[in-house]
Nanobody
């Protein structure tokens, strides 16, 4: 069992920045690849970014590439999502999730454990 708790969401103006954190507890954090997803009202949950267990490889959705950066600190059992140049269309609830898959997936269904989510609102 892995418990995930997100933090760092909030209200920010377009062009601003936020840094989300996801603290993990339970099974060995470093064994899992981690992903960030988001879900806007009336829309399906979508992939944002992911990182391998070692942190050596990262993946991004085209919509956030160049603006968002995923990273992890295995000593602190924490994964981060630095979000810069935020746009109103980035408004959503952001979730972190973990997966034991060797090949890091982008499909939400392939992630085993999820946090409760943190709201990010970007005003225009």
């Amino acid at each position: 069992q892995v418990q995930l708790v997100e933090s760092g969401g909030g209200l920010v103006q377009a062009g601003g920045s936020l840094r989300l954190s996801c603290a993990a507890s339970g099974r060995t954090f470093r064994n899992y690849a981690m992903g960030w997803f988001r879900q806007a009202p009336g829309k399906e949950r979508e992939f944002v970014a992911a990182i391998t267990w070692s942190g050596g490889t990262t993946y991004y959705a085209d919509s956030v590439k160049g603006r968002f950066t995923i990273s992890r600190d295995n000593a602190k059992n924490t994964v981060y999502l630095q979000m810069n140049s935020l746009k109103p269309e980035d408004t959503a609830v952001y979730y972190c999730a973990s997966t034991g898959k060797v090949v890091v997936p982008t499909e939400p269904t392939k992630y085993n454990y999820w946090g409760q989510g943190t709201q990010v609102t970007v005003s225009s």
